[in-house]
């Protein structure tokens, strides 16, 4: 399945510019002329001020069809926190802040989380007389999600895209794009048990590039006219550029993938409808000109998730074969309930950009505890990491050639993805990795985790957690900052063990 969700983000207060505040309204009211013309399934996220404003109400209520979705958008606003008894601790004294504190879940006991929820969630049945079945939000903190999914009927979640140090929220080494069900001890890591899944699929927005959302401008040419502060498919980034869209839509809907594929576009009504509206409308063109993508509401991507996908988060893949920019690169990534894994190809280096495992019993910092920082961080177990752990021209990733032109991706089986240059391959697994021909070199550059090397194993022990990637059919050596798997016959098999 091909799947569009076209999703817009409302707020009804954007304090940073006056000029910001005033275009709120008449962006929103053009987006919805928009879907409307283009005659396309959509959602709308609300936050809880758009609920308290009859302006908003009034819009939604004459002109949301069969084909309109309203959805919550959980940033926490004062008029939320006024309405539960809560301090809205803005340092600016700001109605709306896009800081931690006072701005998101986890800036908050687990009490007032509970209360918050309710609130939103009785306020939206008030006005509209159904409760939602989309929450989403940057990011939301576990405990959090699982309140919200246990008490209510929620068809979807969604969160942020990884991103470092961008706003007021850090999240790295999560499921790349498609959709997971989540840890019941941590939102950002897919459940490996049954016992502790949440049953309502986690999707991830904004429709990243799957080149340069990883280390943002490193690999892109020195007089790129895209240059950009983030590159994802919203309208004010690399959206509104026909050749990159082209690219995106063939990168994610036409290349290969493991059986679902799935991006968001829309954008957050701060922008101001001049730099959204005409980026939408030709994306919403060049997706209706591609017969295999449905355009459906978020609700019921959710839904038909659940149905897809009964018991466990399916495996993943997004493959970019060329690169929208001059620069020679190809990217893959695989996901699978157990890790995720970046292939790089820059020039005639192929290596592991990213490779983290995941561990739902790595609990959320904020399970518990509130954030008392600027900022928050999600990640999970890193075992490859060229972002944090590179530092200036340190060579940094795990290399598996130096010497290739390019390689080929074919899906083998529903769980099988092979990459393959020459007399080379790698084969990735739901829970492994196996080569062929190849004699891997690993460069952790700074790493963040400790690093122990064993003669048939590469293990890590990471804020108090334990893993390792488990060697058969090699020998693991290090030396000179140089960790080295030599195969001893043909094929090599790595596989991710959580202790």
């Given amino acids: 399945m091909k799947i569009v969700n076209v999703m817009n983000f409302v707020r009804q207060c954007d304090p940073r510019s006056e000029i910001i505040d005033k275009a709120l309204f008449p962006t929103t009211k053009a987006q919805m002329e928009l879907v409307k013309e283009m005659d396309v399934e959509h959602t709308f996220l609300l936050q809880y001020d758009t609920l308290c404003d009859p302006k908003y109400i009034d819009l939604f209520k004459t002109e949301s069809t069969e084909k309109t979705e309203l959805g919550l958008w959980f940033e926490i606003v004062q008029e939320l926190t006024d309405a539960v008894g809560i301090p809205y601790r803005s340092e600016k004294n700001w109605k709306w802040d896009w800081h931690i504190i006072p701005g998101f879940s986890m800036g908050y006991s687990v009490a007032q989380r509970e209360l918050l929820v309710d609130e939103a969630m009785r306020k939206f049945k008030e006005v509209y007389g159904v409760y939602p079945k989309t929450v989403a939000s940057w990011t939301m903190d576990t405990h959090t999600i699982n309140y919200l999914t246990d008490n209510y009927d929620i068809s979807t979640l969604l969160n942020c895209r990884d991103q470092v140090s961008t706003d007021a929220y850090t999240m790295i080494g999560g499921y790349f794009n498609q959709a997971y069900y989540p840890s019941r001890k941590n939102m950002f890591t897919p459940a490996q048990s049954e016992e502790l899944r949440v049953n309502v699929p986690m999707f991830r927005l904004l429709g990243p590039d799957p080149i340069h959302n990883y280390d943002d401008k490193k690999y892109i040419s020195e007089d790129c006219e895209h240059r950009m502060n983030c590159y994802t498919m919203e309208a004010v980034w690399i959206g509104p550029h026909p050749s990159v869209v082209d690219w995106f839509l063939k990168t994610y809907f036409v290349n290969e993938d493991m059986g679902f594929s799935y991006a968001q576009i829309g954008q957050e009504n701060s ?59 190809q990217s893959v990534y695989y996901d699978s309930q157990y890790y995720t894994v970046n292939v790089f190809r820059h020039n005639k280096d192929i290596f592991i950009r990213a490779l983290y495992a995941f561990d739902e019993n790595a609990e959320d910092t904020y399970l518990r505890d509130v954030c008392t920082t600027f900022d928050a961080v999600y990640e999970n177990q890193p075992v490859v990491d060229t972002v944090i752990w590179g530092k200036d021209e340190e060579k940094c990733g795990m290399y598996f050639d130096n010497e290739a032109e390019s390689f080929y991706v074919n899906r083998i089986s529903d769980k099988q993805l092979k ?46 957690r334990e893993y390792a990637m488990q060697v058969t059919g090699g020998t693991v050596s290090e030396q000179d900052g140089c960790i080295t798997v030599e195969p001893s016959c043909d094929t090599l098999e790595l596989e991710i063990k959580i202790k």
């Avoid at 391959?425 to 790493?447: H, L, M, S, W």
Wanted: proline share 3%; glycine share 4%.
């Fill in 271 to 329: 922008f101001g409808a001049q730099d959204i509206v005409s980026a939408l409308r030709m994306q919403l063109e060049k997706v209706k000109e591609m017969p295999d993508i449905k355009v459906m509401k978020m609700c019921d991507t959710g839904e038909w998730f659940k149905e897809q996908y009964k018991r466990e988060t399916p495996v993943t893949a997004v493959t970019a074969l060329d690169n929208w920019d001059k620069e020679d690169i």
């Fill in 419 to 464: 990459i393959s240059w020459g007399n080379k391959a790698v084969v990735f697994d739901e829970q492994r990795i196996t080569t062929k021909n190849i004699c891997i070199r690993f460069y952790p550059g700074q790493a963040k985790a400790k690093i122990f090397v064993k003669k048939d194993a590469i293990e890590y022990l990471y804020r108090g």
